[in-house]
């Protein structure tokens, strides 16, 4: 079932995926979500076993596409959530590039 953030096509074997979680300071996330449109949503691409304790309930995070089109560049499939009560950042991508000069 294809859902509003998913890619048209399907990940094949030399493709690869990431996906993790971080914290980050108070004062950096309200940086990071006072601008932008944001929304509360569930983390869309699915949190898997080995690192769901960590990440914690998978409802209620921020989420913005153009911030996601900001660090991806759109050069690569990138979702990146924040939880507002907690400084949790869940970040999803495949086939992620390294910024180069950055």
Request: proline residues 6%; hydrophobic residues 35%.
């Amino acid at each position: 079932m294809l859902t509003q953030n998913s890619v048209t096509w399907v990940p094949g074997p030399t493709d690869v995926s990431m996906q993790g979680g971080a914290r980050v300071e108070p004062a950096t996330l309200a940086e990071i979500t006072a601008n932008g449109t944001w929304e509360e949503v569930s983390i869309g691409c699915g949190v898997p076993e080995e690192i769901a304790a960590e990440v914690g309930d998978p409802t209620r995070w921020l989420h913005s596409r153009a911030f996601d089109e900001s660090v991806t560049r759109t050069q690569y499939s990138g979702s990146f959530s924040f939880d507002k009560q907690t400084g949790r950042v869940y970040f999803c991508a495949v086939n992620p590039k390294i910024r180069e000069g950055s």
